[in-house]
């Protein structure tokens, strides 16, 4: 056996493997930071506007659950951005949504990453909107549960491969979610329906806004052992 051709051999492959480790992401903005001519305003008339480097969306009464939406459909990707909310107010980022005017006349429907101050602490988890509700609530999660800074700027990163769906809010794993419902839809970032005149007005600020769409698999992070794995496929929702 020739151990100097062999020895070769594994350097090169060990070469191999590390130069495509460390490989960079090549993310691409979901926001040009200039104007909102890559997205459009569905279901509500809350309003959105730009704000230095962020998009700023602005509560108002008597209109539902209003969406800044992509034109371009997603399907597998990894997003990440900051986001600021009020403590009077819901909101969210949609992925792999739909919104058809045969479908629900148009109401915005699919998997939600949960951005709230409530008590009941459930930021970073997966909502079903207009479908079938909650599929990774942080009730059994509690590392999870105290990810979101209150009055502070937060950090959100989901990851959306195959029937894998994760969240991270500040580096903390949120979800951790297997569903094959929808495989491809819209991102959209919400503002919340409000009830009380208190909430008119209040604002939820998004900025540094990045998707992956290329060797996603490889920059994937790995799951964290105190993020339960919920499999919806399993029990039927």
Not at 44 to 51: T, W
Not at 132 to 156: C, D, H, M, V
Not at 165 to 176: E, M, S
Request: hydrophobic residues 35%.
């Amino acid at each position: 056996m020739n151990y100097r051709l062999l020895n070769a051999s594994c350097i090169l492959s060990l070469i191999i493997v590390l130069s495509s480790c460390s490989k960079k992401a090549t993310w691409e903005p979901l926001f040009n930071g200039k104007d909102l001519s890559n997205f459009e305003i569905i279901n509500g008339k809350s309003e959105y506007k730009i704000e230095d480097d962020m998009i700023v969306g602005i509560s108002k009464p008597n209109t539902p659950n209003t969406f800044l939406a992509t034109k371009t459909k997603y399907g597998d990707f990894i997003l990440e951005f900051e986001v600021w909310v009020d403590t009077t107010l819901n909101s969210g980022v949609q992925f792999r949504s739909i919104s058809d005017p045969n479908i629900k006349n148009g109401r915005v429907h699919g998997y939600q990453a949960e951005i709230e101050s409530s008590p009941r602490k459930w930021a970073g988890g997966i909502y079903d909107e207009g479908r079938r509700g909650w599929l990774y609530p942080l009730t059994e999660n509690a590392k999870g549960q105290s990810a979101f800074n209150i009055n502070e700027w937060n950090k959100y990163r989901i990851e959306a491969i195959g029937s894998e769906i994760k969240t991270w809010v500040n580096g903390i794993q949120c979800a951790n979610l297997i569903d094959n419902m929808t495989s491809e839809g819209i991102i959209g970032l919400q503002v919340h329906e409000i009830y009380k005149e208190r909430q008119k007005g209040k604002l939820v600020k998004w900025k540094n806004l990045k998707i992956l769409t290329k060797d996603i698999k490889k920059h994937r992070w790995p799951s964290a052992e105190y993020a339960p794995l919920i499999n919806t496929n399993n029990i039927g929702l």
